[in-house]
């Protein structure tokens, strides 16, 4: 199936400073969510967005849906330790079309 | 705290053993489901429930065998696993096949 390109791969950012990462596709998706998974556990819901264009915040997270509902990127403001983990996309377009991307490794220097 | 929980939350076993793991749901969602993460992969989805009736089932070996009971509850029964299928099995459960998915912690396998 086809997969999301998730970017970048990782990053190391210090304390304080802002982060973006992105998703993209060639197919379109309803819905577009961004979850993040701390080791050894499993992901938690951070942001969904049902329509394109939309941009949804969560605290200092911030998220956008694409104007042609093939992309969403997930900003961080103000980094701070605890927001190490992996972020992951998913876009989804019906119960057997959820695709995930590979994931954001995110590493906080204090 | 998900409402979505996981037993065991790790699990080593050899390859002639059978073993169970076990999801249940406290959110009153009506589909629940079963994926597979490898180290630097995409989640791999497994099998979907809808109602306790499966809906899919993407080309997963028979050694693995799902079993929803109830729409609270999701197993996935294991025997004669592989090495390569050592793994992060984790459980989701959503109020609609189309709904927004909410993860349980997950069962980290080992197979020696």
């Known amino acids: 199936g086809q997969q999301l390109n998730q970017s970048p791969q990782s990053m190391f950012i210090q304390e304080g400073e802002d982060v973006s990462m992105n998703c993209t596709s060639s197919s379109i998706f309803n819905t577009w969510l961004w979850y993040k998974q701390d080791p050894g556990e499993g992901p938690v819901l951070l942001i969904a967005?049902?329509?394109?264009?939309e941009l949804t915040s969560n605290g200092r997270l911030t998220a956008q849906f694409g104007i042609t509902r093939k992309d969403s990127f997930l900003n961080i403001s103000a980094s701070i330790p605890s927001d190490v983990g992996i972020y992951f996309c998913?876009?989804?377009?019906?119960?057997?079309?959820?695709?995930f991307g590979a994931g954001t490794r995110l590493t906080v220097k204090p | 705290e998900t409402g979505v929980t996981q037993t065991p939350r790790h699990l080593v076993m050899g390859m002639t053993n059978k073993k169970s793991l076990k999801c249940e749901q406290h959110?009153?969602?009506?589909?629940m489901y079963w994926y597979k993460q490898s180290a630097k992969k995409p989640l791999e989805l497994m099998f979907v429930y809808s109602l306790e009736e499966r809906v899919e089932n993407n080309s997963v070996p028979s050694r693995f065998s799902p079993e929803c009971p109830n729409s609270s509850h999701l197993f996935l029964h294991l025997h004669t696993l592989q090495p390569e299928d050592s793994a992060l099995y984790l459980c989701?459960?959503?109020?609609?096949?189309?709904?927004?998915?909410?993860f349980g912690p997950g069962t980290r396998l080992l197979v020696l």
């Open positions: 989701a459960s959503s109020q609609g096949v189309q709904e927004t998915q909410y």
């Open positions: 998913a876009g989804q377009s019906g119960a057997d079309d959820m695709r």
């Open positions: 959110l009153g969602h009506n589909a």
């Open positions: 967005l049902y329509k394109a264009g």
